[in-house]
């Protein structure tokens, strides 16, 4: 059974910096893994996604201010997310599939975790 434990959200400023944290469980090595993120009113879309076999894409909105990494040894998925922006405003949603190729589409993601809100303001 995957689990899939979020922390790091909340407020920031624009031009700032923070890191989500997933902690997951019972995810197999080499399964892609991703972040995803839904403001109000908007779909669930993909922010970053990667493998352990060196995949790594990301949205275009995030491309040079977001990065994505794995550490298997402590079993976490982390999001550096600098250079802020108000439209970053959503729910983050650390998501996992049962595969190692990696999507952007959220119904191939059969695991979830429950979200993290990050706020920023201007």
């Known amino acids: 059974q995957v689990q899939l434990v979020e922390s790091g959200g909340g407020s920031g400023q624009a031009g700032g910096s923070l890191k989500l944290s997933c902690a997951f469980s019972g995810n197999p090595y080499g399964n892609c893994m991703a972040w995803f993120r839904q403001a109000p009113g908007k779909a669930r879309e993909a922010v970053a996604t990667?493998?352990?076999?060196?995949?790594?894409s990301y949205a275009d909105a995030v491309k040079g201010r977001f990065t994505i990494s794995k550490d298997n040894a402590k079993s976490t998925l982390d999001l550096q997310m600098n250079s802020l922006k108000p439209e970053d405003t959503a729910m983050y949603y650390c998501?996992?599939?049962?595969?190692?190729?990696?999507?952007?589409?959220?119904?191939?993601?059969?695991?979830w975790g429950q979200g993290t809100q990050v706020t920023v303001s201007s």
């Open positions: 998501a996992a599939r049962s595969k190692p190729t990696c999507d952007s589409d959220p119904p191939l993601f059969p695991y």
């Open positions: 990667t493998n352990d076999y060196g995949t790594l």
